[in-house]
């Protein structure tokens, strides 16, 4: 080839490699001479920068930031060591800030923290019992989907570096960080959660007895932060934690922006400013990403608008080897407890859920309007079905006049039709003659559904089930 064919090879090549004198972009318009950026520029390509991070963080944090609120909301209502277990009695209502709970079950809820050395948990017979690392991430299952089978069994619970002794009769589990979160359900209520012990290894001649705090009585908020404090939160975790207890990838993006194991988090009032604005744009992707999903994976069916809240049957969020960051995001924004008997439930165990904040026509639920949903002949469960609403704000129960804004198959009031199939309406005040199938709404509020099918039957995996779509009437 001659100079002058390869004189123009390297002039395209160069408009590929190069940058222009402008550049405009959603993040601003820069200026460049010769590829270098200008004074101006450099410092707004900083602020760009930061400002990413800063999405990235909360974004790709949200787990451990739900966990350091929930610990908080929980130590304010009195649940703090060992010895103290919350419990919801009889079930939870929506007096507090919650992501998601349901107001089927009964609850237990505790931290632990494992540095004064390893602790043992007795979980209830018959029961529903996950433990979290203090990042979000699956330890353990007790109880049915544990390897006690529901028969109950001791568990004990390692911290980071333990080179102790290991004795036997016990499920052995280490966790990466010192902070521990457990959550029980026992089927059989409030009386079987009671029956749950934990307790040091060291106590394990004499384990003292447990107080019980009835947090269904007490107001606080357990929900993360959607502003600057959303950074203080993680900065929280991050200081108690091991530096090795987070990977690489996430830890380099909180070092980014200051957040360093050891290292005190200032930032100065810019990037302060910047941080505040991150976290701010980031909660709305989280809700877009909750509330009006773009990839058709995250939809429970071929069409209508009902949701799957883990996406891609994996508890850490991996598909093809691939981190799923979307769906991870989306999880944790608007709920709580991992573990792989959530994600893959199987025939006639474990439970499957889905949700909506839509109505039929793709609009956003309005309190103020009347809607009904019909849930056809033969809800697929073998335990039983329940659907309760949640405030879009909050994500938690939403506030009305019933402390339970929910329906259920198990509480012998729900009417079926002639045909089977079963009405529920959703309104400000209850349809003439449908009081027992009705959930309360607010004017002026939005909200979103959530199904839960405790004990999912074939009919749910092979989707020959679906409920209806929520028409406004």
Known sequence: MNDTGNALDLQSALETIGVPDRVETPLGTYDFFDGVPTPETTRALYDGLDYLRGVDVFLNTVPGASLVA?????????????????????????????????????????????????????????????????????????????????????????????????????YIYRSETFTIWTVLRALAGVEAIKQARVYRLADASAPPDLVHVNIAEKTFNTVHSNDFSFFEEINELVQEEPAGSLDPERAGQLAAIGIVHGQTFEPDDRLRAILDSSARTAAGMSRALVYFPRDRENFTFAEGSWKDGF???????????????????????????????????????????????????????????????????????????????????????????????????????????????????????????????????????????????????????????????????
């Open 70 to 170: 929930m610990r908080r909301g929980f130590r304010n209502a009195g649940i703090d060591g060992v010895n103290v277990l919350g419990i919801t009695d009889p079930r939870a209502n929506s007096g507090s800030f919650f992501l998601t709970p349901n107001t089927s079950t009964a609850y237990g809820v505790m931290f632990i923290d494992l540095r004064d050395g390893p602790v043992v948990i007795e979980p209830p017979t018959n029961s529903l019992c996950v433990v979290d690392d203090f990042w979000f991430r699956y330890i353990a299952d007790m109880g049915l989907a544990g390897p006690d089978r529901g028969e109950g069994g001791k568990y004990l619970f390692l911290p980071p570096g333990y080179d102790g002794d290991e004795p036997d009769g016990y």
């Open 311 to 473: 996406v891609g049957g994996s508890h850490e969020f991996i598909k093809d080897n691939a981190r799923l960051l979307d769906a991870r995001t989306l999880f944790h924004y608007a709920a709580t407890v991992i573990t792989p008997a959530m994600a893959h439930a199987q025939v006639g165990a474990g439970s499957a859920y889905t949700y909506t904040a839509q109505d039929s026509d793709g609009r956003i639920l309005d309190g103020a309007n009347t809607y009904r949903i019909v849930l056809p002949p033969n809800p697929p469960a073998k335990n039983f079905w329940s659907l309760d609403i949640y405030d879009t704000q909050t994500r938690s129960l939403l506030c009305t006049d019933n402390p339970h804004p929910s329906l259920m198959s198990l509480s012998g009031t729900v009417k079926a039709e002639t045909d089977g199939s079963i009405v529920l309406w959703f309104g400000p005040s209850a349809p003439d003659g449908h009081e027992d199938n009705w959930i309360q709404t607010v004017p002026g509020k939005s909200w979103f559904a959530l199904l839960r099918i405790y004990g999912p039957l074939e009919a749910w995996f092979a989707k020959s089930w679906q409920p209806g779509e929520i028409a406004k009437v």
